[in-house]
């Protein structure tokens, strides 16, 4: 079975930094994109970056130069770091990898960041 765990997040003063971890269990990552989404009540999930199996990466514009992706494929799991927090970056973070055409994703983590 197929899992996805997500760890990190929580309650942060504005300008301040979060990891999210997302490690998944059932399946090896190191040859699947791992990607990180985020979701705000009333609206819909937006994607926020991705990296990909060879560890390139992109970013939505508003987090490139705060935000880095990463993965370390030996402990099957993906990271997302967060730096220079700011309000509007408040969300339930999910990630997600596709394997055989079907989407898993995370159980979603929340990330508060106060002004």
């Known amino acids: 079975q197929v899992q996805l765990v997500q760890s990190g997040g929580g309650l942060v003063q504005a300008g301040g930094s979060l990891r999210l971890s997302c490690a998944a269990s059932?399946?090896?990552?190191?040859?699947?994109?791992i990607g990180w989404y985020r979701q705000v009540p009333g609206k819909q999930r937006e994607f926020v970056a991705q990296?990909?199996?060879?560890?390139?990466?992109n970013y939505i514009t508003a987090v490139e130069g705060r935000f880095t992706v990463s993965r370390d494929n030996d402990k099957n799991t993906g990271y997302l770091q967060m730096t220079s927090l700011k309000p509007e970056d408040t969300a339930v973070y999910f990630c997600?990898?596709?394997?055989?055409?079907?989407?898993?994703w995370g159980q979603g983590t929340q990330v508060t960041v106060s002004s």
């Open positions: 990296v990909s199996s060879g560890g390139g990466a």
């Open positions: 059932g399946r090896s990552l190191s040859t699947k994109a």
């Open positions: 997600k990898i596709t394997w055989d055409w079907r989407d898993y």
